[in-house]
Nanobody
Framework: QVQLMESGGDSVQAGGSLTLSCTASRWSWSQMGWFRQAPGKQREGVAVVDYYCAPYFLDSVHGRFTISKDNAKYILWLQMAELQPEDTAIYYC??????????????????????WGQGTQVTVSS
């Protein structure tokens, strides 16, 4: 099992920026992702990263969010800019230990991820 811990969530004004961190207990994964869940809504994929393709993003965050990782420190970051109130949600980091699913599909398949963090709250006010 890979233990994941997110941090960096905060309350910001619209137009602001935040960087979320996901620290893993070990760096043994085939694909990782960031998901978010707003109150009363289903969990949605925000970004997927693996070793084969460029990171893939949800259309509504493309161009505003970027993803990076430090393979030596076991950290995955989600850099978020131009935040909007609709970005308000709990953000989760997730990992798959083996196999590969096209990132575009994986964004819509949270059930394909085996390990999840506890989430970090992002609140964007207008």
């Amino acid at each position: 099992q890979v233990q994941l811990m997110e941090s960096g969530g905060d309350s910001v004004q619209a137009g602001g920026s935040l960087t979320l961190s996901c620290t893993a207990s070990r760096w043994s994964w085939s694909q990782m992702g960031w998901f978010r869940q707003a109150p009363g809504k289903q969990r949605e994929g925000v970004a997927v990263v693996d070793y084969y393709c460029a990171p893939y993003f949800l259309d509504s965050v493309h161009g505003r969010f970027t993803i990076s990782k430090d393979n030596a420190k076991y950290i995955l970051w989600l850099q978020m800019a131009e935040l909007q109130p609709e970005d308000t949600a709990i953000y989760y980091c997730a990992a798959r230990r083996a196999g590969w699913v096209p990132p575009r599909s994986l964004l819509r398949r949270p059930e394909d991820f085996s390990d999840w963090g506890q989430g970090t709250q992002v609140t964007v006010s207008s």
